[in-house]
């Protein structure tokens, strides 16, 4: 390694260290995981109903009569998905509409995705409701002389 390269090698470690850390940040002050669940509940239940299966020369076609149901729902919960992300102040609305619209997809989306989109989404939602903004702790001053033994 040459002395050229270092210094470039430092800038790109210490830039993916604060980009870390800013993502660090910025998750911390939302119901991050329930967001995430949200949205990755709303990708089968609007996938599998609109799919066929295949089984060597047996097709399986799995769409229903509420697929535009099902649609709707799986949008409905990737929205209140990125809800949770970029309005955390509307957490509570967000994640009981989520565990209703977990409800409704048992019916209308062939059991919820085969009970994969209604779990994710009713843990989702759950998540988004129970999460609550932590108050920042004031720094306290560092002691001059370090830590005190048994004064």
């Known amino acids: 390694m040459s002395a050229e390269t270092r210094p470039r090698l430092m800038t790109l470690t210490t830039g993916l260290s604060r980009t870390r850390r800013t993502f660090r940040d910025w998750r911390g002050r939302r119901p991050f995981w329930g967001g995430l669940l949200c949205i990755l509940?709303?990708?089968?239940?609007?996938?599998?109903?609109?799919?066929?299966?295949?089984?060597?020369?047996?097709?399986?076609?799995?769409?229903?009569?509420?697929?535009?149901?099902?649609?709707?729902i799986g949008v409905l919960l990737v929205v209140l998905g990125l809800?949770?992300?970029?309005?955390?102040?509307?957490?509570?609305?967000?994640?009981?509409?989520a565990i209703l619209l977990a409800l409704v997809s048992l019916v209308v989306s062939n059991f919820g995705a085969f009970l994969i989109g209604f779990l994710l989404a009713l843990v989702g939602g759950a998540l988004g409701v129970a999460w609550a903004p932590g108050t920042p702790q004031p720094e306290q001053p560092a002691d001059a002389e370090g830590v005190r033994g048994g004064d």
């Open 41 to 72: 509940a709303g990708v089968p239940i609007m996938y599998i109903p609109y799919q066929t299966m295949t089984l060597g020369d047996l097709h399986i076609r799995l769409a229903t009569t509420a697929g535009a149901g099902s649609l709707i």
């Open 83 to 97: 809800t949770l992300w970029y309005q955390p102040q509307s957490r509570v609305f967000a994640g009981v509409a």
